[in-house]
């Protein structure tokens, strides 16, 4: 099955060639403007691409590594859990959303999903965290991320 995805870009006939290239990079890259509402994101968009994020693969994330996801910036903590499961590998990380206010404001997902809990001896299950995000797949699965 094909797709086809048809991009419009509002600019104005008297920019430079390589202003319209950028804007149309920008309006093309998953987190630039319109979905991060940054102001100034559009510098990052040369040779019709985006400069500041690129897209890899499970197995290629590190700590530090910023995931975008769900309208999350998802900043991996830790390195990952590695479990192998036939032929491939599944990576999973724990990850603190970044952007945690804009992920509340605009529902991003539901509260719930950010919270962990623990067990604490004469309270019972307590609320642990409230910003965690996990990030897992195998080789084959793809983010985009900032660097």
Not at 45 to 60: A, F, L, N
Request: hydrophobic share 35%.
């Amino acid at each position: 099955m094909k797709v086809r995805v048809v991009l419009t870009v509002d600019v104005d006939p008297e920019q430079p060639a390589e202003a319209v290239s950028q804007a149309a990079a920008a309006a093309s890259c998953p987190t630039h403007p319109q979905a991060s509402g940054r102001a100034g994101d559009e510098k990052y968009h040369t040779d019709g691409r985006c400069q500041r994020h690129t897209e890899m693969s499970t197995d290629q994330l590190r700590k530090g590594d910023v995931v975008i996801t769900h309208g999350m910036r998802v900043l991996l903590e830790e390195e990952p859990r590695v479990y192998p499961k036939g032929d491939r590998t599944v990576y999973a990380f724990d990850g603190r959303v970044a952007n945690l206010e804009e992920v509340k404001a605009h529902g991003h997902v539901p509260l719930d999903y950010l919270r962990t809990h623990k067990w604490v001896d004469g309270q019972g299950w307590v609320t642990d965290r409230e910003d965690m995000w996990q990030i897992q797949g195998n080789e084959l699965a793809r983010w985009t991320v900032e660097r």
